[in-house]
T-cell receptor, first 116, second 110 residues
């Protein structure tokens, strides 16, 4: 019940295109869904996050779409740029006020390559 | 300049040795975490701590140990009992704005 499944494993997009990465979860107690961006040899950086009370959140070129009934959420990168080439991880977290201590459960990651 | 500092960036361990990875944060966060990252896999939780002098095992704690004597510090020891320690280790702390990671330590067994 703690799994988060992420797809695709890798994604190649042309510059200016839309990159879409999908995640699905099982545990309905998850209440916070962040996306992280990681460049080679670096730690993951928080990109954008959403809570289940909204269906969409947009920050610049990055949008999270959230479907609570389907237990799925996705990251859309509009006007993808070569500088967006990185590994993207979705994650989910249970209520930090409980015994979960705010632990994040991560998807397996998606390697995004944006060709010029 | 607030953030999470991990050191060293690269670490080499001989068979049978214990090594300690450092993680320091000046974000005044109570919660801290250690994750392990292997190629093609997500981040797996090793240990986590909510407050000083308290820590809990994560999903892959065998062969690892931690301490939390100060709020700012959460060192991870990779013991000789860890059979496959070569990996990228990431420390994180969590506040109201979310969880933030250090730059990682790459540990290699030689």
């Amino acid at each position: 019940q703690q799994q988060v499944k992420q797809s695709p494993q890798s994604l190649i997009v042309q510059k200016g295109g839309i990159s879409i990465i999908n995640c699905a979860y099982e545990n309905t107690a998850f209440d916070y869904f962040p996306w992280y961006q990681q460049f080679p040899g670096k730690g993951p950086a928080l990109l954008i996050a959403i809570r289940p009370d909204v269906s969409e959140k947009k920050e610049g070129r990055f949008t999270i779409s959230f479907n609570k009934s389907a237990k799925q959420f996705s990251l859309h990168i509009m006007d993808s740029q070569p500088g967006d080439s990185a590994t993207y991880f979705c994650a989910a977290r249970r209520d930090a006020g409980g015994t979960s201590y705010g632990k994040l459960t991560f998807g397996q990651g998606t390697i995004l390559t944006v060709h010029p | 300049d607030g953030g999470i500092t991990q050191s060293p960036k690269y670490l080499f361990r001989k068979e049978g040795q214990n090594v300690t990875l450092s993680c320091e944060q000046n974000l005044n966060h109570d919660a801290m975490y250690w994750y392990r990252q292997d190629p093609g896999q997500g981040l797996r939780l090793i240990y986590y701590s909510q407050i000083v002098n308290d820590f809990q095992k994560g999903d892959i704690a065998e062969g690892y140990s931690v301490s939390r004597e100060k709020k700012e510090s959460f060192p991870l020891t990779v013991t000789s009992a860890q059979k496959n320690p070569t990996a990228f280790y990431l420390c994180a702390s969590r506040g109201r704005a979310g969880a933030f990671f250090g730059q990682g330590t790459r540990l290699t067994v030689v």
